[in-house]
């Protein structure tokens, strides 16, 4: 199954940097923690503010309060997820540039109003966060629940872009040109966990979160 | 100095997170490798890409291809950058949150011409990725200047948002309730640099590179 391509996802430039392919949408916006959502607002100016989402299957949520204008109204979001993986240090300024993966969603998001929906939505995002934790918390309850709105965006009109390698300075390396040229990979990393200091001292950190905090994401 | 808000970057929720302060909005510009460019493409829908920038004084520069559609004319944009600090987790599935800082800036971003603007933008951007690089580099030829868009945007109109600290869960801890809650910090770091594999063996990483690379980015 590849990604369909719509005028609007198409990429007008490094064609090459684009990867029709679900199962890299789907990785990139799995492993991405935070994302950004582009609405225009009232007044017709771009606004773009970091939230959190969750993806279950062809579907990515994000979610926030119902006094959130962003989350307010149905309306045309993108939604855009970065994974920075290294930067690329070239021979040339002009040839710098960055490794990453990156993926684009645009598309009329649709407020979840469906109570089955909208509680699987919750799940996703938390164990987004961290696997297991869902299972750990105390559940919304109804005053809370009424109190959080959720974003639905289908995975229809979407694109993924990536650039990974060295540098691709267009010159050949003159011979006893001796300048360095290479990337510096960049990755992501969970630190050591911190009790809340409201908790008994002896309170411990519990199996899923020291393992999730154990992983390091790593730049490719 | 404080930030000049304005009713597009007062926010309307969570007020007390808004840091009104111009030293924290450069440090947040400046910690960030990559930025969020929101803008409203030519049907009136929201398009956010990924892109590098630099701040200089109370500048922020973002470049890129004269061929890319999002930096081909002036426009309305909305610059965002997030540093993601750490995972809350909270007792409560709703308390869950993360710790962040972010930056919003919008405004009409201009195309530079100047040719000493221009330049300083490089400049900047290339500094801002890795210290020490602009020196190190070729820099751009006539032929490839001419090929970089520059968009320059005033920090005129932006919000800083600050998230840090213990969950929030409203309510005290039950007594016997020993589900734990905290925050698992998330830091970035650098990699050991990789030579192009187009150089001879023995041209060594230098030592601007190497240093770049030892600094880790650390949650607070």
């Not at 590849?2 to 949408?25: G, M, V």
């Not at 998001?109 to 105390?138: C, F, I, K, M, Y």
């Not at 001292?201 to 154990?214: F, G, I, L, S």
Request: a neutral charge; hydrophobic letters at 40%.
């Amino acid at each position: 199954m590849t990604l369909s391509a719509t005028p609007r996802t198409r990429l007008r430039r490094k064609r090459e940097r684009q990867a029709d392919d679900r199962a890299l949408l789907h990785a990139v916006l799995d492993e991405a923690l935070v994302c950004h959502l582009g609405i225009v607002d009232a007044h017709g100016a771009p606004l773009v503010l970091p939230t959190m989402h969750a993806r279950v299957d062809d579907v990515v949520y994000v979610h926030g309060s119902t006094g959130a204008a962003s989350l307010a109204t149905e309306r045309e979001v993108c939604l855009t997820v970065t994974l920075l993986d290294g930067l690329v240090l070239a021979r040339s300024v002009f040839s710098h540039s960055a490794n990453y993966r990156s993926a684009v969603v645009r598309g009329r998001a649709r407020r979840v109003s469906d109570p089955e929906e909208h509680l699987r939505a919750l799940w996703a995002v938390v164990e987004h966060l961290t696997p297991g934790q869902w299972n750990h918390a105390r559940r919304p309850d109804p005053r809370e629940t009424a109190a959080t709105a959720v974003l639905a965006l289908d995975l229809c009109e979407a694109s993924v872009k990536v650039r990974q390698g060295p540098p691709g300075d267009p010159e050949e390396v003159p011979a006893g040109d001796r300048r360095w040229a290479g990337v510096v990979p960049i990755g992501t990393v969970l630190g050591t966990p911190e009790t809340c200091p409201a908790l008994p001292d002896d309170v411990a950190v519990p199996e899923h979160v020291r393992a999730w905090a154990d992983r390091t994401r790593v730049a490719r």
